[in-house]
């Protein structure tokens, strides 16, 4: 099974689609099919631009995709959740044994809480999902609503992921309105996850850097 037949497939929309309107009503930020597709892609772009073979990329899609599912069940331990899920539905296709597995153990282990990097695969999810970070991914309200994961991305004006040429380094460089979100409270929400990239780098032979107006902070 491909990547494309991934995102086609309804029934694995409909479960991203209850787990985005779960998070919803528990208001969290965008989980919906925008920050699946973005996710997907960055992942499979790493690994492309570090070297990985077509096969690996196309692993690292459909993981990408795939990899919050479980919030249909439950947020609490949705990795978990989500690679129990993914192994029923991808059960049902064509995919190799092997490959199925790669996938359920990156959804598995791309939750900071619970989670490692385990091969290159989990290693680029974790990145893609860690740093797409942005202000649409704020849902509609008033500000004064806003809890401290709004605030944190409703504060990012700029977000860019950067692979250097030689492949020495993976940078997220962002820009962000201090008067909206403090360096303290990003750092509160962000510092466990920017942790997990930072190993997840070391899996995929490279190093993860990350700068905030300009100031390096990792």
């Given at each position: 099974?491909?990547y494309q037949e991934i995102v086609n497939n309804?029934?694995?929309?409909?479960?991203?689609?209850?787990?985005?309107?779960?998070?919803?009503?528990?208001?969290?930020?965008?989980?919906?099919?925008?920050?699946?597709?973005?996710?997907?892609?960055?992942?499979?772009?790493?690994?492309?631009?570090?070297?990985?073979?077509?096969?690996?990329?196309?692993?690292?899609?459909?993981?990408?995709?795939?990899?919050?599912?479980?919030?249909?069940?439950?947020?609490?331990?949705?990795?978990?959740?989500?690679?129990?899920?993914?192994?029923?539905?991808?059960?049902?296709?064509?995919?190799?044994?092997?490959?199925?597995?790669?996938?359920?153990?990156?959804?598995?282990?791309?939750?900071?809480?619970?989670?490692?990097?385990?091969?290159?695969?989990?290693?680029?999810?974790?990145?893609?999902?860690?740093?797409?970070?942005?202000?649409?991914?704020?849902?509609?309200?008033?500000?004064?609503?806003?809890?401290?994961?709004?605030?944190?991305?409703?504060?990012?004006?700029?977000?860019?992921?950067?692979?250097?040429?030689?492949?020495?380094?993976?940078?997220?460089?962002?820009?962000?309105?201090?008067?909206?979100?403090?360096?303290?409270?990003?750092?509160?929400?962000?510092?466990?996850?920017?942790?997990?990239?930072?190993?997840?780098?070391?899996?995929?032979?490279?190093?993860?850097?990350?700068?905030?107006?300009?100031?390096?902070?990792?």
């Open positions: 099974m491909k309804k029934e694995i929309n409909a479960y991203l689609k209850k787990g985005d309107a779960n998070l919803g009503t528990m208001g969290f930020t965008d989980h919906s099919k925008a920050h699946c597709i973005q996710v997907s892609h960055r992942a499979g772009k790493i690994l492309e631009k570090l070297g990985y073979s077509k096969h690996d990329v196309e692993l690292a899609k459909i993981a990408g995709y795939m990899h919050d599912i479980g919030n249909a069940i439950n947020r609490t331990h949705h990795a978990e959740y989500g690679a129990l899920l993914a192994n029923d539905l991808l059960k049902e296709t064509n995919m190799p044994m092997e490959d199925r597995i790669t996938i359920v153990s990156a959804i598995g282990n791309h939750d900071e809480s619970t989670g490692n990097p385990e091969d290159v695969v989990s290693a680029a999810l974790i990145i893609a999902d860690k740093t797409d970070v942005r202000r649409s991914r704020v849902r509609q309200k008033e500000q004064s609503a806003y809890d401290i994961h709004d605030r944190v991305n409703y504060a990012v004006t700029d977000a860019k992921l950067k692979i250097a040429e030689d492949r020495s380094v993976i940078a997220l460089n962002l820009q962000i309105d201090e008067k909206i979100c403090s360096m303290y409270d990003y750092f509160e929400i962000f510092l466990g996850r920017m942790m997990l990239c930072r190993k997840s780098a070391e899996i995929l032979g490279t190093t993860f850097k990350l700068t905030v107006n300009g100031r390096k902070v990792l």
